[in-house]
């Protein structure tokens, strides 16, 4: 990666999978601009951009956590824990509530961080068993499945807007811009990218491997957390399998972003248009008469399709650089 | 050669010890089996009846099988996400397909274990040729295949024909079919385990670098395990429908975590190379045997998800500190 | 078995091969005939193991031929190798590490169904080849990633034995063995030649050479220089040849810029298979640590770094120095070049410039963790200037560079962090000419400036060039410190074999 703002050919080299995953949105951008214009505009164009908040969201951490080398696979089951507790904390003043939500989330990151780098579990396997022991406190505590009691606060952030925009889209472009910028533009974010690249380099490098890494899997506990307070706030509703398609959405987002799966490789602007691909997939395909079915096989195509695009970019700004 | 004297003593010397804590934990699973069965048939001597273990056999089969598939994905160094949309399509495909096939119910079940074969064949093509990592691949082809079996399917449904429902819930010689599908099961892989085949399968998981170095073709190697894995994801989905006599076509994504998580606890490394399906049975019938534990002793479900799940990462810390301790 | 009969022969002519930009074989050229033990000679670099890679088909060469008795052989696959019958002791060792030593003496061949489907029969089987060849018994039928290397490395040596084979090459066989061990290796070396076989023979060690070696073929800079019977050359034209002429413009004059002030105390310090041991470093000194491969060099330097745990006391600049990680250890002044600078020292997809901040990057932070771009480009760029490095190519990725630049890379990153005590892991190790003496001339500007090093190499030559005293490592110990005066690589070598002699005599 740059520090600086890289020159000429390295540009290409650097961003090839980031412009392939935002060439990849504008095709389905297009496609849903010919097909279905109405799909884009005023209120459903706010729809669409709210189902990609929750996406973006639950993407966020992971993005940070593929990037330092693991994977989360706990999210939707954290996802759901914030949209379940946000009910058991009904008698909580809303905002007290939230905040708590999101620091719990990020405990239950932290579980999933402390295991991975002190009792030497694989990201994989630690992320299932954090996920399972989430899920067991969901089927004993949240077993109706739906609740009345969303808080005000919940109410309030989902249905407000500021300007012409859903305040959870604003939201989420504000976090979404401070997740680039700590990216590309700190030390914190120096560190992820190089524990993710090779951890053995950065801690012969004097880069304190375990809390960068523990880091990367607290920010995804919160953000998926958060993402489940706001997705109950916005169905006015909370089960336990709520956050499930969320573990194959907060993955595709970030992998068709162009980020690589062992890390070092990628960007959350990458996400960001990851996010976009799937949201326009979930919205094209009732206008073209497709259903669940259709559109799951039409997501893994695009993944597919996605991948080598990111691939041959990056292949072909290589052989340019030379 | 008596001047190698010196060098035998230290090398008998230093790895005693090391050997010794190796063979505990790989017995670990066996030993925490037969504690759990015991402390199972102890307070519901019923269960250890052969026509109730029968029973949670079948009931546990689809476990079984998609974790033991799964093993040879990951002994070959890699991983299927995918088995949850080849157990749901194989179990729409029986549903929807097997009353009406030409040919009969039974050419049903060879085809559709040959659909198993070949979308384990694509995953292992494109980890091989199309140099995908195997997570994404099977990612990828898991949203595939799962959207497939609900355009077969949209719903639970369709009919399963009386003869498969009536062997896979039969008995034979007095044991119920579960039980001889188990042993079928370890048996095949007792034998296959010391064919030229498995050697390779291991090498390659071991390390593929060196299994290449040494004159295996490491791709076809590497498809046909993905393939099997493929394969037996197809047969779990049938069983899970000749049981239940009716198409499942999303009960797949809930056997892919578990199935990792009984191999793990089988033993079976997740970087590839060592382990095995006799090991991953252990692992399954864990699980299958805690659930039932957890149930006689009357606690909420949650229960049995947090004991897995402290299971899991217990066994795995331990054996990571056990290596830590031989680097030292 | 070896084929019996006469008069096969293996040629290599004008055989190239480059990785990227890096030349590893620019013409190498090789006869050896049956019968006899050829030695492939060379210094670390000089494109013997790209030569032996390429025989057994590990890597198809850009050019060139290789014609065993009138055929060519078929290049680029390691199977086409083994069917032409030519079987390969790795360096590295082919062992898959998950599976016993049985099954790995057994990859890949038919032994019969009957003899696999028990598995005693399979571990007979390799019982029965471990006498045949009157190696050690080796319990077959445990993983060899639970045997020791010795082990492994037998297990290796039999494996190609047992292979058919017309071709036999040991690549560095007797490297990590104990003494008794190499005799039984060069013993079956000329078996094998004796039984009808061309067998190719890399080693350092001179003595082995005389040995074994009925003639020989000297590489340097990838290209033979020269061959022929071991018996026409005396030890210094061997040497000669394979260091070639550049000897003398290598190290650059200097004066002695050691101080009496001392930088670094270690005092009854242990560390993983390391110590106890007692070191001083000075102030500006270059402290060479010497010894033969795997004595404890890697650890003692990982220990000092802060990566490995260590107990004694450490004291640096009159102060405690308890490093818990090599963060703090780079905080405190001492900073690490490690051995594997691919895999321990770069992050081979990152720009150069990421690479070289890496260790500095706290300095840049400006409001509480935001990058100063501009200053870290600007300091960057002068450390890699200096170091010889374009400033047009900050950008480009790590993985782009020759040898010698990422080398130059990862000194950078060193330089960067302004170390006191700077530790060196064989830094000069497969980086080309020109670079060397560049590392030399920043080596000594450091010294001149009050830095310490701690300089470990593998070739005595340059340890005996460029330090002020030399540390011998002998298993895990500090064998003597030479003092100036007694630095040549004559006494480096009776230190670390004086005690490696020892043992032996016992049997």
């Not at chain 1, 490098?205 to 919160?222: F, H, K, M, Q």
């Not at chain 2, 003593?9 to 230093?14: D, E, F, I, K, S």
């Not at chain 2, 049975?281 to 049995?304: C, D, E, Q, S, Y």
């Amino acid at each position: 990666m740059h520090l600086d703002i890289p020159r000429g050919r390295e540009v290409l080299t650097a961003h090839a999978p980031t412009v392939a995953s935002y060439l990849l949105t504008a095709i389905l951008l297009a496609l849903a601009l010919g097909f279905a214009p109405y799909l884009l505009s005023g209120g459903n164009l706010n729809t669409q951009l709210t189902f990609a908040a929750f996406i973006g969201l639950a993407a966020l951490g992971q993005t940070l956590v593929i990037l330092a080398g693991g994977i989360d696979l706990s999210v939707p089951w954290v996802l759901a824990f914030g949209a379940i507790q946000l009910g058991n904390f009904g008698d909580l003043p809303g905002g007290v509530a939230i905040v708590l939500i999101v620091v719990l989330g990020g405990l239950i990151g932290m579980v999933n961080g402390v295991g991975v780098v002190a009792l030497g579990v694989s990201p994989i396997i630690m992320t299932i068993a954090v996920g399972g022991l989430v899920q067991g406190y969901l089927l004993e505590f949240g077993r109706g499945n739906l609740y009345s009691a969303v808080p005000e606060l919940a109410n309030t952030i989902v249905s407000s807007s500021i300007g012409p925009l859903p305040l959870i889209v604003v939201l989420w472009g504000i976090l979404a811009c401070a997740t680039g910028a700590v990216l590309s533009k700190t030390i914190i974010g120096r560190r992820i990218y190089a524990v993710g690249t090779n951890d053995r380099t950065a801690r012969l490098s004097g880069i304190n491997v375990p809390s960068t890494r523990v880091l990367t899997y607290v920010v995804s506990g919160a953000m998926a957390a958060f993402a489940g307070v706001l997705l109950a706030g916005f169905l006015g509703a909370a089960y336990p399998t709520i956050g499930e398609p969320y573990l194959f959405g907060s993955i595709a987002a970030v992998l068709l972003g162009g980020a690589a799966i062992e890390g070092g490789r990628g960007s959350y602007w990458g996400t960001i248009a990851g996010t976009l691909t799937i949201t326009l997939l979930g919205a094209l395909t009732p206008v073209l008469g497709l259903h669940q079915g259709e559109l799951r096989v039409v997501y893994g195509l695009v993944i597919l399709v996605g991948l080598y695009m990111a691939r041959g970019g990056l292949l072909l700004a290589s052989r340019q650089s030379r | 050669m008596p001047m190698l004297q010196p060098l035998r003593a230290a090398l008998r010397g230093l790895p005693a010890s090391r050997r010794r804590r190796a063979e505990l934990l790989g017995a670990l699973p066996f030993i925490l089996l037969v504690g759990l069965v015991a402390v199972y048939g102890a307070m519901e001597p019923a269960v250890l009846d052969p026509a109730q273990v029968g029973y949670q056999l079948q009931s546990g089969m689809p476990l079984i099988l998609v974790a033991c598939g799964q093993t040879l994905a990951i002994l070959v160094g890699g991983i299927d996400l995918s088995v949850g949309g080849i157990v749901s399509l194989s179990s729409a495909l029986l549903a929807t397909q097997a009353s009406t096939f030409p040919g009969g119910p039974w050419a049903a079940v060879v085809c559709i274990l040959g659909v198993g074969l070949i979308a384990g064949g694509i995953n292992g093509i494109l980890v091989t040729f199309g140099r995908l990592p195997p997570f994404i691949a099977t990612l990828a082809t898991w949203s595939i295949y799962s959207g497939l079996a609900l355009v077969v399917l949209p719903k639970d449904g369709g009919t399963v024909p009386a003869e498969i429902t009536d062997l896979a819930v039969g008995k034979s010689a007095g044991l119920a079919n579960s039980i001889w599908l188990l042993v079928i099961l370890v048996g095949a892989w007792l034998v296959f385990r010391r064919t030229p085949f498995a050697t390779s399968l291991f090498a390659v998981g071991g390390d593929e670098a060196r299994a290449r170095l040494r004159g295996v073709r490491s791709y076809p190697v590497k498809i046909a395990a993905f393939s099997a894995t493929g394969g037996f994801a197809a047969a779990a989905g049938l069983w899970l429908s000749a049981t239940t006599t009716t198409g499942l076509p999303l009960a797949g994504d809930a056997l892919i975590l578990p199935s990792i998580a009984a191999i793990v606890i089988g033993g079976t490394s997740l970087m590839g190379g060592a382990g095995g399906i006799g090991l991953t049975v252990v692992g399954a019938l864990i699980l299958l045997v805690l659930r039932g534990v957890v149930a006689v002793l009357g606690l909420t479900p949650t229960f049995a998800y947090i004991v897995t799940s402290c299971l899991l990462i217990g066994m795995v810390a331990l054996r990571h500190f056990a290596r830590r301790l031989e680097e030292d | 078995m070896p084929r019996s009969g006469d008069g096969d022969w293996l040629r290599v002519t004008d055989v190239r091969l480059a990785y990227g930009k890096v030349v590893a074989l620019a013409g190498a050229n090789l006869e050896a005939v049956a019968g006899e033990v050829h030695g492939l000679l060379g210094e670390n670099g000089a494109g013997k193991s790209s030569l032996i890679k390429i025989l057994s088909g590990v890597v198809a060469p850009d050019a060139g031929s290789i014609a065993l008795g009138g055929t060519a052989l078929g290049l680029g696959q390691p199977s086409l190798a083994e069917r032409a019958g030519i079987s390969t002791v790795y360096q590295e060792l082919s062992l898959i590490p998950t599976l016993t030593g049985a099954e790995n003496l057994a990859i890949g061949r038919s032994l019969g169904v009957r003899a696999r489907l028990t598995g005693r029969g399979l571990e007979a089987h390799a019982r029965a080849l471990l006498r045949e060849h009157g190696a050690p018994p080796i319990d077959v039928g445990r993983p060899v990633q639970l045997l020791s290397f010795a082990e492994r490395q037998i297990l290796e040596i039999v494996r190609a034995l047992s292979l058919p084979h017309r071709v036999l090459i040991f690549d560095e066989a007797t490297s990590a063995l104990p003494p008794d061990e190499s005799r039984w290796v060069l013993g079956k070396a000329r078996d094998a030649a004796r039984s009808g076989a061309v067998v190719l023979f890399v080693t350092h060690r001179l003595r082995e050479i005389r040995e074994v070696c009925d003639t020989v073929t000297i590489l340097r800079d990838g290209a033979t220089v020269t061959s022929g019977r071991t018996a026409e050359f005396s030890d210094d034209q061997l040497v000669a040849h394979m260091l070639g002429r550049r000897l003398e413009r290598l190290y650059p004059e200097r004066a002695d810029s050691s101080s009496q002030e001392v930088a670094l105390e270690v005092r009854d310090w242990t560390t993983r298979r390391v110590g106890p041991l007692s070191l001083t470093v000075r102030k500006g000194e270059i402290l060479g640590i010497a010894g033969l491969e795997g004595h404890g060099q890697r650890e003692l330097l990982l220990g000092l770094a802060g990566d490995l745990p260590s107990k004694g006391s450490m004291v640096l600049d009159g102060r405690v120095y308890n490093p818990g990680n090599p963060g703090s250890a780079i905080k405190s002044g001492i900073m690490l070049v490690p051995e594997d600078r691919q895999k321990e020292g770069l992050l081979l997809p990152q720009s150069i410039l990421f690479n070289v901040a890496l260790a500095s990057l706290g300095r840049y932070g400006r409001l509480g963790g935001w990058l100063d771009d501009r200053r870290a480009r600007a300091d960057v760029s002068a450390i890699t200037t200096e170091l010889g490095l374009p400033d047009r190519r900050l950008d480009h990725a790590a993985s782009q560079l020759s040898g010698g630049m990422m080398q130059k890379v990862v000194l950078g990153k060193a330089l960067l962090a302004r170390p006191k005590v700077l530790l060196l892991h064989d830094c000069t190790r497969g980086v080309d000419v020109g670079t060397k003496a560049q590392i030399f001339e920043m080596m000594f500007r450091l010294a001149r400036e009050g830095v310490s090093l701690v300089f470990y190499s593998s070739d005595f030559a340059e340890l005996v060039n460029m330090s002020d005293r030399i540390a011998v490592m002998v298993e895990g110990q500090v064998g003597k410190v030479l003092e100036a005066g007694s630095l040549s690589e004559d006494n480096i070598l009776k230190v670390a074999i004086g005690a490696e002699i020892a043992p032996a005599a016992a049997s």
